[in-house]
């Protein structure tokens, strides 16, 4: 009978086992780790078993809204720019050094990946897609996408207009001149999302009316994307926070908002595909009558598998609508905060493309060479990035540049599998980088300056964000706009100190109130 002592046995021997097995690893990865040159690299002590007090310091502070300025919190406390942590019985690497983040992203790009622990985190939602997958797939998915974003595609600017002037509705001013208190955050959410949809699917969800379109082709409710797509996106979020753990995060509301995602792009691509079939079997299109352009409709030229369709198209989706928006809740934010910088731009942008009335001198040209508003577009980004922090996984043992031996400039060891962590959110604000006045919201830095690896708020390498300039487009416009019809803003009072960051897979600025005056 199989009592009690065999069980001590047993486990006495698993334990002696993952002992011996645990030491043979280590003598093996120095022995590795000697042969190619590395030293060892700081490793931040834990208080608590498997890390627990580190995991609970990161939720503290991700619930308050205040992770990224722990994370560059945590880094001062090292005294490195290079650190190895474990938490949850996994190991890794955190780095904010420029050096070992090109590494990551260009130099050894081959040598790091996303790693399937985050395509099986993200996949319910987003499928396999271009942000999610590595290897030859992802090679195929940068192969399909990147042509549809050339510079004739993302400056369709009277396209963008229309969302504007929906926006704009929601911005009406009193007979003083003043709008009543305006939550921004949400309307930008709502207005990428409009546009987004409309180059991507074909078909926007004008998310920003008041009610459902009366068009009869629009079979579901719309403006309910918007709601479903939020809820999706912070809860996968909240998912990658729990590494291997992921599974155990998936309540019934993501279940039906990934439903609802799923059911408006599946009823896109069927449209899509109709659309392809009926061209094959339709007289040819004169040459000289221009068609609307849609992502999606370029897509179905390639492939015509639908899945593969709306996985593309879902994770396009999250770049171009959140990133984008983000950009913008920040940028008004600090504009609020900053008369002399919001009256600057503003003196440039009328002098660049004139009155509210006007629209014809805005191109994707103008826009660019619009120095000013680049300039504040930059240091909104380099403030507030985007995408705060990133990760890559060691596709086989390797290394990076620097961070071991006691001056921290010695290569060091990455094991395959380990995960390696970068912060552009804290370097983005290092004084070794940006000056004494790195926490400065100051736009005229830009004036002068070269950027390399210190700045990268769309990525860099291979897997730099293909929608950079559709972004950087879209918030452009966006504040030219705004900016030529209102010629004051301020703050509601208490909402000047930073507001706390909304962080999902993007990150935005919780809540804040401002009003604006209409230019008479």
């Known amino acids: 009978m199989y009592g009690l002592n065999d069980s001590i046995a047993l486990l006495a021997v698993f334990f002696t086992f993952y002992v011996l097995y645990s030491v043979v690893t280590l003598l093996l990865d ?16 834990n208080r608590l078993p498997l890390g627990w007090d580190l995991l ?114 929601h911005l009406s001013a009193g007979a003083d001149g003043w709008t009543g208190p305006i939550n921004l955050t949400p ?28 068009d009869d082709d629009d079979q579901f409710e719309w403006k309910d994307l918007a709601t479903s797509f939020d809820i999706g996106t912070k809860i996968l979020g909240e998912r990658s926070q729990l590494f291997e753990f992921y599974w155990l995060h998936n309540p019934k509301i993501f279940r039906d908002s990934i439903k609802e995602v799923h059911r408006f792009a599946d009823f896109c691509v069927q449209n ?16 000289t009558s221009k068609q609307k352009y849609t992502f999606l409709d370029e897509l179905v030229k390639v492939t015509q598998e639908p899945i593969e369709l709306r996985s593309q198209l879902l994770n396009m989706l999250l770049a171009g609508r959140d990133t984008t928006a983000s950009l913008l809740s920040w940028t008004f934010w600090l504009l609020a905060r900053h008369p002399a910088v919001f009256n600057k731009l503003r003196m440039d942008i ?35 990035p985007a995408v705060p922090m990133n990760s890559r996984r060691a596709a086989k043992d390797t290394t990076l540049p620097v961070g071991g031996g006691k001056d921290g400039m010695s290569p060091i060891f990455v094991k395959k599998g380990e995960e390696v962590g970068y912060y552009v959110c804290v370097m983005h604000r290092m004084k070794e980088f940006w000056g004494p006045d790195a926490d400065e919201f100051n736009p ?9 690896w210190e700045y990268l708020p769309f990525n860099g390498g ?54 604006l005056h209409e230019m008479k």
Not at 30 to 45: F, I, M
Not at 272 to 287: G, I, N, Y
Not at 373 to 379: I, T
Request: glycine share 6%; proline share 4%.
């Open 462 to 515: 291979p897997r730099i964000c293909p929608g950079q300039q559709f972004a950087l487009t879209e918030a452009g416009y966006v504040v030219v706009r705004l900016l030529q019809r209102f010629d004051q803003m301020r703050l509601e009072d208490g909402f000047s100190a930073p507001p706390a960051h909304r962080l999902g897979l993007t990150d935005a600025p919780e809540d804040y109130t401002i009003y």
């Open 272 to 287: 899509a595909l109709q659309r392809f079939h009926d061209s094959k079997q339709a007289p040819t299109v004169s040459s």
């Open 56 to 169: 609970q310091r990161f939720k503290a502070a991700d619930a308050a809204g205040t992770l990224p300025e722990d994370m560059a919190t945590l880094f001062r406390e090292t005294g490195h720019r290079t650190f190895r942590a474990s938490m949850l019985g996994s190991t890794f690497v955190n780095t904010v050094e420029p050096k070992n983040i090109q590494a990551l992203l260009a130099t050894q790009f081959r040598d790091f990946g996303l790693g399937d622990l985050r395509r099986r985190t993200f996949f319910p939602m987003l499928g396999n897609g271009i942000f999610t997958a590595d290897g030859k797939y992802w090679e195929h998915s940068r192969a399909m996408i990147r042509p549809q974003f050339v510079r004739d595609q993302i400056s369709n600017l009277e396209m963008e207009e229309i969302h504007v002037q929906e926006l704009l509705q």
């Open 30 to 45: 120095r022995r590795k780790a000697k042969a190619l040159g590395c030293q060892p690299v700081h490793v931040q002590k």
């Open 350 to 384: 009328i002098d660049s493309f004139g009155p509210y009335e006007r629209t014809d001198r805005m191109s994707f040209s103008s826009l660019k060479s619009c120095t000013y508003l680049q300039h504040v577009l930059n240091e909104v980004l380099r403030l507030y």
């Open 444 to 452: 005229d830095r830009w004036a002068s300056r070269k950027h390399s």
């Open 187 to 214: 309307l930008f959410f709502r207005l990428t999302l409009d546009s987004a949809t409309e180059f991507l699917f074909g078909t926007s969800v004008y998310s920003q009316r008041q009610q459902a379109t009366a």
